[in-house]
T-cell receptor, first 113, second 114 residues
């Protein structure tokens, strides 16, 4: 069965500094990996996905994520954080088959001006 | 393009009462999902529809929860009777054909059971 771990409940970063939100996964087959962001009282918004191809995936709002197969990780990154990036971030995985998407517990990102 | 629509946005009921949530997916999306999100947790799948067929309902507590998507478009999730532990956010999502397509989420219905 697939699973996702987001080891940090909270990440604090100063505005303008680079940010990283960590995610590791476990699947039996080839992973399909996703990042979503959730703002207060809103649904989840899709940021980016890795299906196959280049290990560095670029997504919305300047975010990117790097797929590392040997470390089974898919960390979310942004070169320069904005206060408006403060939100709850979820990593999710499904294997190559028609299986449900499994979400991590989420990491709350706080960008301080 | 309109997103996934859910109603109501908020619902407060007393325990043992019934409650229903409605979802209208993005036009053309044949796959519809209902998720449960508890406070401080990620969404957990309750049921997945491919058109009008429920293809994965293994996590749906069938003693009190039911769902339908009669015409393969909008869907209703019902709880009867509600329990205190059902207080959570119920999210609906939809996706287009293909296993790797991203899911688009609605704003959710926040249920409070008193």
């Amino acid at each position: 069965a697939q699973s996702v771990a987001q080891p940090e409940d909270q990440v604090n970063v100063a505005e303008g500094n680079p940010l990283t939100v960590k995610c590791t996964y476990s699947v039996s087959g080839n992973p399909y990996l996703f990042w979503y962001v959730q703002y207060p009282n809103r649904g989840l918004q899709f940021l980016l996905k890795y299906i196959t191809g280049d290990n560095l995936v670029k997504g919305s709002y300047g975010f990117e994520a790097e797929f590392n197969k040997s470390q089974t990780s898919f960390h979310l990154k942004k070169p320069s954080a904005l206060v408006s990036d403060s939100a709850l971030y979820f990593c999710a995985v499904r294997d190559g088959g028609n299986t449900p998407l499994v979400f991590g517990k989420g990491t709350r990102l706080s960008v301080i001006a | 393009e309109a997103g996934v629509v859910q109603s109501p946005r908020y619902k407060i009921i007393e325990k043992k009462q019934p409650v229903a949530f409605w979802c209208n997916p993005i036009s053309g999306h044949n796959t519809l999902y209902w998720y449960l999100q508890n406070l401080g947790q990620g969404p957990e799948l309750l049921i997945r529809y491919e058109n009008e067929e429920a293809v994965d309902d293994s996590q749906l507590p069938k003693d009190r929860f039911s769902a339908e998507r009669l015409k393969g478009v909008d869907s209703t999730l019902k709880i009867q009777p509600a329990e205190l532990g059902d207080s959570a956010v119920y999210l609906c999502a939809s996706s287009g054909p293909g296993h790797h397509n991203e899911q688009f989420f609605g704003p959710g219905t926040r249920l409070t059971v008193l």
